[in-house]
């Protein structure tokens, strides 16, 4: 153990690691009314999908410490990690509200590796006076988490919301374009068909008997 202090971006990056499941938590809260409207359930169904989530940071936790013991923190940390970018990308294709529960289990226990690891880490590179002021500093940095991750959550809710508004309305005015651009060669081949029969019939020339 050193007395040596730790870095700036060593405490953000541990503060950022501790406060993975609070985001995973806040930043989803805003969609929940929405999830339940866009799948024709009750919120209460909806809200399922906290409690799952919930049940996977408290068993995640018990597998990622002695996983980071035998493999390293490193490999644990990505691994962790992945498993929830992986379960996020299943839950933007989820086709019901029941995948979106389970895929949320997936999620908490993969950002249950960031709290696990980072402490490991204090503790891997600190002794005691120093662990206790590093974790202090990395709980001030949790705490910009719980208040801001709710807005991000609702601001990134919106903006899907527009975007998915304004691909409905490309692809209503390229149904109207398209209809109005078929109408149009219609009654175009419509008109010339008419032309052109008469055209015809003032070309066949007429012979006395």
């Known amino acids: 153990m050193t007395a040596r202090t730790a870095s700036p971006f060593l405490t953000v990056l ?7 499941t609070a985001l995973g938590m806040d930043m989803f809260l805003p969609a929940v009314p929405a999830i339940a409207l866009a799948f ?17 940071l408290a068993t995640g936790q018990f597998a990622w410490g002695p996983l980071s013991d035998r493999l390293g923190r490193k490999p644990v940390l990505l691994g962790g990690l992945g498993l929830f970018l992986a379960s996020s990308a299943a839950c933007s294709a989820a086709g019901s509200l029941q995948e979106i529960v389970l895929l949320r289990f ?12 980072a402490r490991a880490v204090v503790r891997d590179l600190y002794a ?11 709980t001030v940095v949790f705490g910009f988490f719980p208040v801001f991750a709710p807005l991000v ?19 209503k ?11 149009g060669f219609v009654k175009g081949a419509d008109r010339g068909s008419i032309d052109v029969g008469a055209g015809a019939a003032d070309a066949v020339p007429v012979v006395a008997p």
Do not use: W
Request: hydrophobic letters at 50%; zero cysteines; a negative charge.
């Open 40 to 56: 024709g359930a009750e919120p209460g169904s909806a809200q399922l999908a906290v409690t799952t989530y919930l049940l996977g």
């Open 106 to 117: 997936a999620q908490g226990i993969g950002m249950s590796s960031g709290p696990v690891i």
């Open 14 to 20: 541990l503060g950022v690691l501790i406060a993975l």
């Open 173 to 183: 005015l390229a149904g109207d374009g398209r209809a109005l651009g078929l109408n």
């Open 128 to 138: 005691r006076e120093q662990a206790a002021h590093l974790l202090g500093k990395m």
């Open 153 to 171: 959550g609702a601001q990134t809710l919106g903006v899907a919301g527009a975007l998915e508004q304004l691909q409905a309305g490309v692809v």
